[in-house]
Protein backbone atom coordinates (compact mmCIF):
# COMPACT_ATOMS: atom_id res chain seq x y z
CA UNK A 1 0.00 0.00 0.00
CA UNK A 2 1.01 3.35 -0.72
CA UNK A 3 2.55 5.61 2.06
CA UNK A 4 0.99 8.63 0.75
CA UNK A 5 -2.43 9.99 3.08
CA UNK A 6 -5.56 9.80 0.94
CA UNK A 7 -7.79 12.42 0.64
CA UNK A 8 -10.63 11.96 3.18
CA UNK A 9 -13.95 9.62 1.86
CA UNK A 10 -16.88 11.83 2.02
CA UNK A 11 -19.60 9.68 3.10
CA UNK A 12 -22.89 10.78 2.79
CA UNK A 13 -26.23 8.61 4.06
CA UNK A 14 -29.51 9.69 2.33
CA UNK A 15 -32.23 10.74 4.63
CA UNK A 16 -35.04 9.20 3.10
CA UNK A 17 -33.51 5.68 3.88
CA UNK A 18 -34.20 4.32 7.33
CA UNK A 19 -31.31 2.64 8.04
CA UNK A 20 -29.66 5.97 8.35
CA UNK A 21 -31.88 7.03 11.18
CA UNK A 22 -30.60 4.00 12.91
CA UNK A 23 -27.00 4.87 12.09
CA UNK A 24 -26.19 5.54 15.66
CA UNK A 25 -27.76 2.62 17.02
CA UNK A 26 -26.21 0.20 14.68
CA UNK A 27 -22.95 1.94 15.12
CA UNK A 28 -22.71 1.34 19.16
CA UNK A 29 -24.09 -2.07 18.89
CA UNK A 30 -21.17 -2.68 16.66
CA UNK A 31 -18.98 -1.13 19.08
CA UNK A 32 -20.40 -2.96 21.91
CA UNK A 33 -20.82 -6.41 20.29
CA UNK A 34 -18.72 -8.46 18.23
CA UNK A 35 -21.92 -9.59 16.43
CA UNK A 36 -24.90 -7.75 15.99
CA UNK A 37 -28.15 -8.87 13.50
CA UNK A 38 -30.43 -6.05 11.85
CA UNK A 39 -33.37 -7.26 10.56
CA UNK A 40 -34.97 -5.08 7.94
CA UNK A 41 -37.62 -5.39 4.92
CA UNK A 42 -37.04 -5.01 1.55
CA UNK A 43 -36.32 -1.11 0.94
CA UNK A 44 -35.20 -0.56 4.24
CA UNK A 45 -31.60 0.40 2.47
CA UNK A 46 -29.20 -1.54 4.61
CA UNK A 47 -27.33 -3.42 1.55
CA UNK A 48 -26.26 -0.05 0.29
CA UNK A 49 -25.58 1.69 3.58
CA UNK A 50 -24.31 -0.89 6.08
CA UNK A 51 -20.72 -1.15 4.82
CA UNK A 52 -20.71 2.88 4.45
CA UNK A 53 -21.20 2.51 8.52
CA UNK A 54 -19.06 0.33 9.02
CA UNK A 55 -16.43 2.52 6.55
CA UNK A 56 -17.49 5.63 8.76
CA UNK A 57 -16.75 4.33 11.87
CA UNK A 58 -13.03 3.14 11.13
CA UNK A 59 -13.31 -0.11 9.69
CA UNK A 60 -11.67 -1.28 6.22
CA UNK A 61 -7.80 0.12 4.37
CA UNK A 62 -9.34 3.58 3.91
CA UNK A 63 -8.56 4.31 7.57
CA UNK A 64 -5.16 1.89 7.70
CA UNK A 65 -2.79 4.26 8.67
CA UNK A 66 0.67 4.79 5.89
CA UNK A 67 2.23 1.85 5.60
CA UNK A 68 -0.28 0.08 7.29
CA UNK A 69 -2.06 -2.64 5.17
CA UNK A 70 -5.48 -2.87 6.64
CA UNK A 71 -7.95 -5.17 6.46
CA UNK A 72 -11.62 -5.36 4.23
CA UNK A 73 -14.89 -4.77 5.26
CA UNK A 74 -16.36 -8.59 3.31
CA UNK A 75 -19.73 -8.06 1.89
CA UNK A 76 -21.84 -11.14 1.03
CA UNK A 77 -24.60 -11.68 -1.93
CA UNK A 78 -26.39 -14.84 -2.14
CA UNK A 79 -25.71 -14.37 -6.30
CA UNK A 80 -23.10 -12.73 -8.73
CA UNK A 81 -26.14 -10.50 -10.24
CA UNK A 82 -26.62 -9.01 -6.78
CA UNK A 83 -22.63 -8.55 -5.50
CA UNK A 84 -21.21 -6.81 -8.88
CA UNK A 85 -25.11 -4.40 -8.72
CA UNK A 86 -24.75 -3.65 -4.86
CA UNK A 87 -20.86 -2.54 -5.83
CA UNK A 88 -21.03 -0.34 -8.43
CA UNK A 89 -24.42 1.32 -6.42
CA UNK A 90 -21.85 2.17 -3.34
CA UNK A 91 -19.21 3.11 -5.22
CA UNK A 92 -21.65 5.78 -6.56
CA UNK A 93 -22.72 6.86 -3.64
CA UNK A 94 -19.50 7.37 -2.45
CA UNK A 95 -18.74 8.87 -5.60
CA UNK A 96 -15.53 6.96 -6.46
CA UNK A 97 -14.57 4.62 -9.48
CA UNK A 98 -15.51 1.00 -9.05
CA UNK A 99 -12.29 -1.18 -7.58
CA UNK A 100 -10.57 1.64 -6.25
CA UNK A 101 -12.78 2.10 -2.86
CA UNK A 102 -15.39 -0.41 -3.62
CA UNK A 103 -15.42 -3.78 -5.85
CA UNK A 104 -16.21 -6.89 -6.36
CA UNK A 105 -15.09 -10.84 -6.96
CA UNK A 106 -16.87 -13.05 -8.16
CA UNK A 107 -16.96 -15.92 -10.41
CA UNK A 108 -15.54 -15.52 -13.68
CA UNK A 109 -14.74 -11.57 -12.51
CA UNK A 110 -12.65 -9.27 -10.34
CA UNK A 111 -13.27 -5.26 -10.15
CA UNK A 112 -11.08 -4.65 -6.69
CA UNK A 113 -7.87 -2.76 -6.49
CA UNK A 114 -5.45 -3.68 -4.18
CA UNK A 115 -6.07 -0.86 -1.98
CA UNK A 116 -9.97 -0.95 -2.03
CA UNK A 117 -11.61 -1.21 1.52
CA UNK A 118 -15.29 -2.99 0.61
CA UNK A 119 -15.61 -6.32 -0.98
CA UNK A 120 -18.76 -7.57 -2.46
CA UNK A 121 -18.68 -11.08 -3.23
CA UNK A 122 -21.02 -14.42 -3.25
CA UNK A 123 -20.86 -16.85 -0.11
CA UNK A 124 -18.98 -18.75 -2.27
CA UNK A 125 -16.22 -16.85 -2.49
CA UNK A 126 -16.02 -16.04 1.25
CA UNK A 127 -16.91 -19.75 1.66
CA UNK A 128 -13.95 -21.07 -0.50
CA UNK A 129 -11.79 -18.18 0.99
CA UNK A 130 -11.49 -20.27 4.26
CA UNK A 131 -8.99 -22.72 2.71
CA UNK A 132 -6.57 -20.21 2.14
CA UNK A 133 -6.81 -18.09 5.18
CA UNK A 134 -9.30 -20.19 7.45
CA UNK A 135 -9.53 -17.31 10.35
CA UNK A 136 -10.46 -14.79 7.33
CA UNK A 137 -7.60 -12.53 8.36
CA UNK A 138 -8.34 -10.44 5.31
CA UNK A 139 -11.50 -9.17 7.00
CA UNK A 140 -12.00 -6.88 9.73
CA UNK A 141 -16.23 -6.86 9.05
CA UNK A 142 -18.17 -9.18 7.76
CA UNK A 143 -21.60 -8.82 6.45
CA UNK A 144 -23.92 -11.95 5.54
CA UNK A 145 -26.39 -10.18 3.74
CA UNK A 146 -29.42 -11.75 2.92
CA UNK A 147 -28.93 -14.64 5.69
CA UNK A 148 -32.79 -15.27 5.49
CA UNK A 149 -32.33 -16.99 1.80
CA UNK A 150 -30.22 -20.10 4.22
CA UNK A 151 -28.82 -21.50 1.43
CA UNK A 152 -25.94 -24.07 1.88
CA UNK A 153 -23.23 -21.62 1.99
CA UNK A 154 -24.71 -19.07 4.02
CA UNK A 155 -25.56 -21.84 6.70
CA UNK A 156 -21.62 -23.24 6.08
CA UNK A 157 -20.86 -19.10 6.55
CA UNK A 158 -22.52 -18.86 9.71
CA UNK A 159 -21.34 -22.04 11.40
CA UNK A 160 -18.03 -21.04 10.09
CA UNK A 161 -17.24 -18.38 11.48
CA UNK A 162 -19.23 -18.66 14.71
CA UNK A 163 -16.27 -21.28 15.52
CA UNK A 164 -14.18 -18.36 14.64
CA UNK A 165 -14.82 -15.44 16.69
CA UNK A 166 -13.28 -16.35 19.70
CA UNK A 167 -9.99 -16.78 17.77
CA UNK A 168 -10.56 -13.49 15.92
CA UNK A 169 -11.63 -10.78 18.87
CA UNK A 170 -10.51 -8.43 16.43
CA UNK A 171 -13.68 -9.00 13.41
CA UNK A 172 -17.32 -7.51 13.94
CA UNK A 173 -19.90 -9.66 11.59
CA UNK A 174 -23.29 -8.08 10.78
CA UNK A 175 -25.74 -10.44 9.80
CA UNK A 176 -28.97 -8.97 7.49
CA UNK A 177 -32.04 -10.55 7.11
CA UNK A 178 -35.46 -9.61 5.62
CA UNK A 179 -37.71 -11.41 7.78
CA UNK A 180 -38.41 -12.65 11.89
CA UNK A 181 -35.64 -15.27 11.34
CA UNK A 182 -33.78 -12.70 13.15
CA UNK A 183 -34.09 -14.42 16.25
CA UNK A 184 -32.83 -17.39 15.52
CA UNK A 185 -29.58 -15.51 14.38
CA UNK A 186 -29.50 -14.08 17.37
CA UNK A 187 -29.21 -17.08 19.53
CA UNK A 188 -27.46 -19.19 17.22
CA UNK A 189 -24.40 -16.16 17.81
CA UNK A 190 -25.02 -16.36 21.57
CA UNK A 191 -22.19 -15.21 23.81
CA UNK A 192 -21.26 -14.59 27.18
CA UNK A 193 -23.82 -12.07 27.38
CA UNK A 194 -26.48 -13.62 26.23
CA UNK A 195 -28.09 -13.36 22.52
CA UNK A 196 -26.27 -11.16 19.88
CA UNK A 197 -28.20 -7.85 19.60
CA UNK A 198 -30.98 -7.22 17.03
CA UNK A 199 -31.50 -4.12 15.11
CA UNK A 200 -34.90 -3.67 13.47
CA UNK A 201 -35.42 -1.34 10.59
CA UNK A 202 -38.35 -0.66 9.07
CA UNK A 203 -38.92 -0.47 5.05
CA UNK A 204 -39.40 2.12 2.76
CA UNK A 205 -42.63 1.47 0.80
CA UNK A 206 -45.50 3.07 -0.63
CA UNK A 207 -48.98 1.88 -0.67
CA UNK A 208 -49.71 -1.39 -2.65
CA UNK A 209 -52.49 -2.26 -4.55
CA UNK A 210 -53.02 -5.86 -4.97
CA UNK A 211 -54.86 -7.13 -8.15
CA UNK A 212 -55.67 -10.62 -8.69
CA UNK A 213 -55.91 -12.19 -12.14
CA UNK A 214 -56.57 -15.95 -12.19
CA UNK A 215 -55.91 -17.60 -15.72
CA UNK A 216 -56.67 -20.84 -16.45
CA UNK A 217 -54.31 -22.29 -19.51
CA UNK A 218 -55.74 -23.24 -22.59
CA UNK A 219 -54.20 -23.97 -25.98
CA UNK A 220 -55.33 -20.21 -26.93
CA UNK A 221 -54.16 -18.83 -23.59
CA UNK A 222 -51.39 -19.31 -21.73
CA UNK A 223 -49.16 -17.44 -19.00
CA UNK A 224 -47.30 -14.85 -21.67
CA UNK A 225 -50.97 -13.76 -22.81
CA UNK A 226 -51.56 -13.45 -19.43
CA UNK A 227 -48.94 -11.32 -18.62
CA UNK A 228 -49.66 -9.11 -21.81
CA UNK A 229 -53.29 -8.97 -20.77
CA UNK A 230 -51.92 -7.22 -17.32
CA UNK A 231 -49.27 -5.08 -19.62
CA UNK A 232 -52.52 -3.81 -21.07
CA UNK A 233 -54.43 -3.24 -17.67
CA UNK A 234 -51.34 -1.56 -15.97
CA UNK A 235 -50.80 0.58 -18.74
CA UNK A 236 -54.15 1.41 -20.00
CA UNK A 237 -53.32 2.14 -23.71
CA UNK A 238 -50.32 4.09 -22.66
CA UNK A 239 -47.44 3.37 -20.79
CA UNK A 240 -46.93 5.04 -17.06
CA UNK A 241 -44.28 3.37 -14.96
CA UNK A 242 -41.71 0.87 -14.95
CA UNK A 243 -43.32 -2.67 -14.60
CA UNK A 244 -41.33 -5.75 -13.12
CA UNK A 245 -42.80 -9.53 -14.22
CA UNK A 246 -41.30 -12.60 -12.02
CA UNK A 247 -40.97 -15.47 -13.94
CA UNK A 248 -39.13 -19.31 -12.52
CA UNK A 249 -36.10 -19.01 -14.86
CA UNK A 250 -34.12 -17.91 -18.16
CA UNK A 251 -36.74 -20.15 -21.03
CA UNK A 252 -39.10 -18.06 -19.54
CA UNK A 253 -38.39 -14.85 -20.02
CA UNK A 254 -36.95 -15.17 -22.93
CA UNK A 255 -40.35 -16.68 -24.25
CA UNK A 256 -42.54 -14.13 -22.67
CA UNK A 257 -40.02 -11.45 -24.05
CA UNK A 258 -40.51 -12.64 -27.19
CA UNK A 259 -44.01 -12.88 -26.93
CA UNK A 260 -44.34 -9.05 -25.60
CA UNK A 261 -41.98 -7.88 -28.15
CA UNK A 262 -44.56 -8.65 -30.29
CA UNK A 263 -47.55 -7.82 -28.53
CA UNK A 264 -46.29 -4.11 -28.16
CA UNK A 265 -45.21 -3.80 -31.83
CA UNK A 266 -49.47 -3.98 -32.74
CA UNK A 267 -49.83 -0.32 -30.63
CA UNK A 268 -48.50 2.63 -31.94
CA UNK A 269 -48.19 4.11 -28.35
CA UNK A 270 -46.78 0.92 -26.50
CA UNK A 271 -44.38 -0.24 -29.44
CA UNK A 272 -41.31 2.91 -27.73
CA UNK A 273 -41.48 0.36 -24.07
CA UNK A 274 -38.23 -2.04 -23.82
CA UNK A 275 -38.60 -5.78 -22.99
CA UNK A 276 -35.60 -6.07 -20.44
CA UNK A 277 -34.59 -9.62 -19.42
CA UNK A 278 -32.56 -9.97 -16.29
CA UNK A 279 -31.08 -13.27 -14.91
CA UNK A 280 -27.80 -14.34 -13.98
CA UNK A 281 -26.13 -15.73 -17.08
CA UNK A 282 -26.93 -12.48 -19.33
CA UNK A 283 -23.73 -10.92 -20.17
CA UNK A 284 -22.70 -7.82 -17.90
CA UNK A 285 -23.44 -5.74 -20.62
CA UNK A 286 -27.23 -6.82 -20.90
CA UNK A 287 -27.48 -6.78 -16.90
CA UNK A 288 -26.15 -3.46 -16.79
CA UNK A 289 -28.81 -2.05 -19.04
CA UNK A 290 -31.47 -3.10 -16.43
CA UNK A 291 -29.70 -0.36 -13.59
CA UNK A 292 -28.62 2.42 -15.95
CA UNK A 293 -30.95 5.87 -16.07
CA UNK A 294 -33.35 5.80 -19.21
CA UNK A 295 -36.26 7.67 -21.21
CA UNK A 296 -38.63 4.76 -22.75
CA UNK A 297 -41.14 2.95 -20.36
CA UNK A 298 -39.86 -0.78 -19.52
CA UNK A 299 -40.50 -3.97 -18.96
CA UNK A 300 -38.05 -6.06 -16.85
CA UNK A 301 -38.31 -9.69 -17.11
CA UNK A 302 -36.69 -11.12 -13.77
CA UNK A 303 -36.05 -14.33 -11.70
CA UNK A 304 -36.64 -13.96 -7.72
CA UNK A 305 -33.44 -12.70 -7.67
CA UNK A 306 -34.84 -8.98 -7.79
CA UNK A 307 -36.95 -10.50 -5.22
CA UNK A 308 -34.81 -9.41 -1.96
CA UNK A 309 -31.25 -9.59 -3.52
CA UNK A 310 -31.03 -6.62 -5.72
CA UNK A 311 -33.25 -3.26 -6.60
CA UNK A 312 -34.43 -2.55 -10.32
CA UNK A 313 -34.87 1.39 -9.85
CA UNK A 314 -37.96 3.05 -10.77
CA UNK A 315 -40.44 -0.10 -10.88
CA UNK A 316 -44.06 1.44 -10.39
CA UNK A 317 -45.67 -1.73 -11.21
CA UNK A 318 -45.13 -6.07 -10.43
CA UNK A 319 -46.67 -8.78 -12.43
CA UNK A 320 -46.09 -12.15 -10.39
CA UNK A 321 -47.27 -15.15 -12.21
CA UNK A 322 -46.47 -16.83 -8.02
CA UNK A 323 -43.92 -19.40 -9.12
CA UNK A 324 -40.47 -19.81 -8.86
CA UNK A 325 -37.68 -21.92 -9.87
CA UNK A 326 -36.72 -24.09 -6.43
CA UNK A 327 -33.67 -26.46 -5.97
CA UNK A 328 -34.38 -29.54 -4.56
CA UNK A 329 -32.82 -32.80 -3.58
CA UNK A 330 -34.26 -36.38 -4.92
CA UNK A 331 -33.54 -38.54 -2.24
CA UNK A 332 -34.74 -41.03 -4.97
CA UNK A 333 -32.73 -39.95 -7.62
CA UNK A 334 -30.14 -38.68 -5.17
CA UNK A 335 -29.29 -35.62 -7.24
CA UNK A 336 -30.46 -31.90 -7.00
CA UNK A 337 -33.64 -30.76 -9.28
CA UNK A 338 -34.78 -27.69 -10.26
CA UNK A 339 -38.31 -27.81 -9.73
CA UNK A 340 -41.30 -24.74 -10.47
CA UNK A 341 -43.13 -24.01 -7.22
CA UNK A 342 -45.77 -22.18 -6.09
CA UNK A 343 -44.06 -19.30 -3.85
CA UNK A 344 -44.46 -18.47 0.09
CA UNK A 345 -46.59 -15.78 1.05
CA UNK A 346 -43.49 -14.39 2.38
CA UNK A 347 -41.71 -14.28 -0.95
CA UNK A 348 -45.27 -13.00 -3.08
CA UNK A 349 -45.46 -9.92 -0.40
CA UNK A 350 -41.37 -9.21 -0.84
CA UNK A 351 -42.19 -9.07 -4.52
CA UNK A 352 -44.79 -6.93 -4.12
CA UNK A 353 -43.45 -4.35 -2.23
CA UNK A 354 -40.87 -3.96 -5.63
CA UNK A 355 -43.87 -1.67 -6.76
CA UNK A 356 -43.66 0.34 -3.69
CA UNK A 357 -40.28 1.73 -3.50
CA UNK A 358 -40.85 5.33 -5.50
CA UNK A 359 -44.89 5.94 -5.57
CA UNK A 360 -47.81 4.16 -4.74
CA UNK A 361 -47.63 0.91 -6.70
CA UNK A 362 -50.38 -1.81 -8.20
CA UNK A 363 -48.84 -5.88 -7.50
CA UNK A 364 -51.13 -7.81 -10.54
CA UNK A 365 -51.61 -11.60 -9.20
CA UNK A 366 -51.76 -13.89 -11.86
CA UNK A 367 -53.18 -16.49 -9.33
CA UNK A 368 -56.30 -16.17 -7.44
CA UNK A 369 -57.18 -15.00 -3.31
Known amino acids: ?13 PDNLPVSARRAEIEDALRAHQVVIVCGETGSGKTTQLPKIALAMGRGRMNAQPGERGRLIGHTQPRR ?3 TSVAKRIANELNTPLGE ?8 GDRLSKDASVKLMTDGILLAE ?3 DPLLKAYDTIIIDEAHERSLNIDFLLGYIQQILPRRPDLKLIVTSATIDAD ?29 RPFEESRDHDLNDAIADAVDELWAGRPGGDILVFLPGEREIRE ?34 VFESHGAPRIVLATNVAETSLT ?22 KVEQLLVEPVSQAAANQRAGRCGRVSDGVCIRLYDE
Open 1 to 13: MSTEARPPLKIHF
Open 81 to 83: IAA
Open 101 to 108: VVGYKVRF
Open 130 to 132: TQT
Open 184 to 212: RFAKHFAGKNGPAPVLMVSGRTFPVEQRY
Open 256 to 289: AADHLRKHLAHSPVLRSAEVLPLFARLSQAEQDR
Open 312 to 333: VPGIKYVIDPGTARVKRYSYRS
